[in-house]
């Protein structure tokens, strides 16, 4: 699957766009088919990098990287998914969950 796409890469807030908004909207989830961890993109460079929420062994925000995120292999070699049902949320709902 592919992680990412022209109409994702137009549609994402550059880094640091959404940096003074209260409660940015998260329009890409991506997620680990064999865990638990899920990454919220709030905001993208445009070539690698991205910032957003990311839960893990820990809910926080940071960047992370679209090559690691490609790179990261499960069992029998399933690998990070884009969730392409996901409708874009504000954070502050995701973290009521």
């Given at each position: 699957?592919?992680?990412?796409?022209?109409?994702?890469?137009?549609?994402?807030?550059?880094?640091?766009?959404?940096?003074?908004?209260?409660?940015?909207v998260?329009?890409?989830?991506?997620?680990?088919?064999?865990?638990?961890?899920?990454?919220?993109?709030?905001?993208?460079?445009?070539?690698?990098?991205?910032?957003?929420?990311?839960?893990?062994?820990?809910?926080?925000?940071?960047?992370?990287?679209?090559?690691?995120?490609?790179?990261?292999?499960?069992?029998?070699?399933?690998?990070?998914?884009?969730?392409?049902?996901?409708?874009?949320?504000?954070?502050?709902?995701?973290?009521?969950?």
């Amino acid at each position: 699957m592919k992680l990412m796409t022209k109409e994702l890469l137009e549609k994402l807030p550059k880094l640091g766009e959404t940096e003074n908004q209260k409660d940015p909207v998260a329009l890409v989830k991506f997620f680990t088919p064999w865990s638990n961890w899920t990454w919220y993109v709030t905001e993208y460079d445009g070539e690698d990098t991205f910032f957003g929420l990311v839960h893990g062994f820990e809910e926080e925000f940071g960047y992370f990287s679209l090559k690691e995120l490609q790179s990261l292999k499960g069992p029998l070699g399933l690998g990070i998914e884009r969730d392409l049902y996901w409708q874009p949320k504000p954070i502050s709902q995701i973290l009521k969950k």
